[in-house]
């Protein structure tokens, strides 16, 4: 058995490729919803996300909508974890999203805070982190450069099972 075989992370774009209709966002959603209920139902209890506004927030938001839900025939205990690549993340971010972010980490079982300041490369490490603890990714993936992508490549590299919920 693989050490972190009930581990899945969530790697997508911020706010610039997430739909923007209400109906494709809600699409959006349902596929999370269907993957992470798909995972759970598969033994995942541990969930990753890299604490940034677009993506992770949703699927966030997600998670904890499963963690309320309790099958009283299948009880599952499943655990949000929020990898912050350093403390002041959110300070230049607007306020609903900086409002999300710390409502969204105070509800999350774990708050893992990689560094106190912002340093070239933390946004990788923080990839990284999440890749080397997990067997599983849903991703948001369109193809484009950029953190996305790097994460997405080292899970390939790692042998991590990719979801793409991206459409073109």
């Known amino acids: 058995m693989q050490k972190y075989e009930n581990t899945l992370c969530f790697s997508g774009h911020r706010s610039i490729s997430i739909p923007k209709s209400k109906e494709n966002l809600e699409n959006l959603k349902l596929r999370i919803g269907e993957e992470v209920d798909r995972a759970i139902k598969n033994g995942v209890d541990t969930f990753y996300f890299g604490a940034c506004y677009g993506f992770d927030l949703l699927c966030a938001e997600i998670v904890l ?3 309320r839900v309790v099958h009283i025939s299948e009880p599952k205990v499943i655990k949000l974890i ?3 690549p350093y403390e002041e993340q959110p300070k230049n971010w607007n306020e609903v999203n900086r409002e999300l ?3 969204t980490l105070a509800q999350c ?3 893992i805070t990689l560094n106190a300041k912002y340093h070239q490369g933390c946004f990788h490490q923080r990839n990284r982190y999440m890749v080397d603890n997990s067997s599983k990714m849903i991703c948001y993936y369109d193809g484009s450069k950029g953190g996305t992508a790097y994460t997405v ?3 390939e590299k790692n042998n991590v099972q990719i979801i793409n919920l991206y459409e073109s």
Do not use: L
């Open 109 to 111: 079982d774990e708050v």
């Open 82 to 84: 929020a990898v912050v």
């Open 101 to 103: 972010y710390f409502t």
């Open 65 to 67: 909508m499963r963690k």
């Open 153 to 155: 490549k080292y899970a």
